[in-house]
């Protein structure tokens, strides 16, 4: 009996060592991005880092540690509009990642839109962790706006630029 509690006991903790380090993308990713579907942690949704978006300044660059695998995006908010205001369109954005010294990729392309509580959202440029980016560190992420930043500042106040976990499909 002893030996079958010690053995039952040695498995739950194996099981529960791996869940943990799946869920980070230590070991298993694929498993880990189901386990957060399933059962999300605290702050999947909190970006990873964000800077408000200034007048005249097209280039920020963003220090990023991913927590969990998956989908990440580069988003740009503004303050929930009443009614169902459209996003401003014209925008577009560049992402260039640099892992160790080295460019890793470049992505650039218009956003899709949604409309959250209480912050409108477009998301751009969305990489994978670990299939794309594979560093544990710190990452340096340069994002270029293109368009009028100019007249969507003036307009919404409080713009701000974030890099984010995003959908998994």
Partial sequence: MKKALL?????????????????????????????????PPHDLWVPLASA??????????LAVRH????NHE???????????????????????????GGRRMKRS???????GATRQVAGFCSYSFPQEVSS????VCTVAIDGDVGALVERY?????????????
Avoid at 14 to 26: D, N, P
Avoid at 77 to 85: E, L, W
Avoid at 136 to 139: A, E, H, L, P, Y
Wanted: glycine share 12%; aromatic share 8%; hydrophobic share 40%.
């Fill in 7 to 39: 053995l039952l006991s040695c498995l739950i903790a194996i099981a529960t060592g791996m869940s943990v380090a799946a869920r980070h993308a230590y070991l298993l990713p694929t498993y880990g991005s189901v386990l957060n579907l399933l059962r």
């Fill in 52 to 61: 408000p978006v200034q007048k005249g300044v097209r280039k920020y660059e």
């Fill in 67 to 70: 927590k969990y695998p998956g």
């Fill in 74 to 100: 580069v988003r740009i908010s503004i303050p929930r509009q009443p009614g169902m205001v459209p996003f401003p369109g014209d925008l577009r954005v560049t992402l260039e990642i640099q892992e160790e």
């Fill in 109 to 115: 392309g218009p956003g899709t839109a949604f409309w």
């Fill in 136 to 139: 544990r560190g710190n990452v």
């Fill in 157 to 169: 106040g409080d713009v701000t630029i974030e890099i984010a976990k995003g959908p998994d499909e």
